[in-house]
């Protein structure tokens, strides 16, 4: 009988044992297809509706200065166009842009003024040319002009308006109005005296840079990407960063350009087209035809090559790169010429190694750019305080000589009154 009882207790026990692991899975069952429900409405919502982008501050220097031809589009499909911008050039979709980027909208005939009838060209780039401009209320600009012949320059001339709208950070070039007048598409920003990274490094009848305009471009770079990456409500992926869309301002300051193909982070399941500078592609994006942010960092990487070495991507800078990265010192054979015993080689090996981690060929295996940000933010603080040190170091040797020279005036003056008695 006390077998039989035992056996009785042992099958109740399992019993409540299946029954409460049964009403647990259906417990979680039913949380997790709740949770799934909200997950898609929340998508839904953000499909139709219009996230607000954070604002860092926007500085009040001066920009665009010229592009430069040399970007390549192949084969087109991209992500699709939010429901605020039109898809063809009618009025109702010049309407839905002026109220969608709140941006002033400028008549044909002002521009025309504004441009001595354009004939203020500063420049050529694939979107079509650029002048400059001084307005009645806003001084100086910029006028990028929409080529008639541009293919992709429409879709381009949209997606800016629409990003930098919205877009607003001391490193990035302020889009301050547009035109759509007369059949005509023009971009106006703020003046940049300086011109592009490009032309600095590799226009001879310019002043080299020297290596601490260098690094604080480097620092500027990244905090413009760093913003469109980590700051910007959704994540802007760029994907065209390179030395001619970097331009500088009067006080030598950089700020990212040319939003043309930018993209907000939006993963709808398609692929982008391959678009992008040649040099300046991440070879993984290539192959897999998706562009991350870490392909951002990729074409980061390769600018903070050319700043060291002056040497253009699409004149085999990555052999050149891959040869010096055989020995621990090998980048002080590639240096810029206009830097060498111009500059600590040790900041230049550390700047070397930044970029090498952005090139790594494994996307998830580069950093981010808040990191890279960080790791060049320290490198110039690192070469501040060694130049406070020097300096307080000049200042103590200087002290002790202006007190020899005083101890010396003294001894003397006492002999003198000694002689005198």
């Not at 992500?79 to 980027?101: C, E, F, I, M, T």
Request: charged share 25%.
């Amino acid at each position: 009988m006390v077998h039989k009882a035992d056996l009785v207790i042992i099958g109740v026990v399992v019993g409540v044992a299946v029954g409460l692991l049964l009403a647990a899975a259906a417990f979680f069952g039913l949380r997790w297809y709740r949770r799934r429900a909200h997950l898609r409405k929340c998508a839904n919502d953000h499909g139709t509706s219009t996230l607000p982008i954070r604002q860092n501050g926007v500085d009040a220097s001066n920009i665009l200065s010229e592009s430069f031809p040399n970007s390549v589009s192949v084969k087109v499909s991209t992500y699709p166009v939010k429901a605020a911008l039109p898809s063809r050039w009618n009025k109702h979709g010049k309407d839905q842009l002026a109220s969608a980027s709140g941006l002033p909208k400028y008549h044909y005939k002002d521009i025309q003024k504004a441009t001595k009838n354009f004939t203020t060209i500063l420049g050529q780039g694939s979107f079509g040319p650029v002048y400059k401009a001084t307005m009645p209320v806003g001084g100086v600009v910029a006028v990028k002009a929409l080529a008639s012949d541009s293919k992709q320059g429409e879709k381009e001339f949209q997606t800016e308006v629409s990003l930098l709208g919205r877009l607003h950070h001391r490193n990035l070039v302020n889009l301050v109005g547009y035109c759509v007048d007369k059949g005509q598409r023009m971009l106006i920003y703020e003046y940049m005296s300086n011109g592009s990274l490009a032309s600095s490094l590799y226009n001879e009848e310019k002043q080299p840079l020297n290596w601490e305009e260098r690094l604080q471009i480097a620092l500027d770079i990244s905090h413009g990407i760093e913003y469109l990456h980590d700051g910007a409500v959704p994540p802007v992926i760029h994907r065209d960063l390179k030395s001619a869309n970097i331009l500088l301002d009067h006080l030598m300051r950089a700020k990212v350009a040319d939003f043309g193909l930018s993209k907000e982070e939006v993963f709808d399941g398609r692929n982008s087209g391959l678009k992008g500078t040649y040099g300046y592609i991440d070879p993984m994006y290539i192959s897999t035809n998706k562009f991350t942010m870490k392909s951002d960092i990729y074409s980061f990487g390769i600018i903070l090559f050319e700043l060291i070495t002056a040497i253009h991507p699409q004149q085999n800078l990555l052999e050149y790169v891959n040869l010096a990265a055989m020995s621990s010192d090998g980048i002080d054979e590639i240096l810029d010429k206009a830097l060498v015993g111009e500059c600590d080689p040790e900041e230049v090996r550390s700047m070397a190694r930044i970029a090498h981690r952005c090139l790594h060929k494994t996307p998830r295996k580069r950093p981010s750019i808040a990191e890279v940000s960080q790791a060049i933010s320290k490198l110039k603080q690192r070469r501040l305080v060694r130049e406070d040190s020097t300096m307080s170091f000049a200042s103590e040797e200087f002290s002790g000589v202006v007190g020899c020279i005083e101890l010396q005036q003294n001894q003397l003056k006492k002999m003198t009154s000694i002689a005198e008695s």
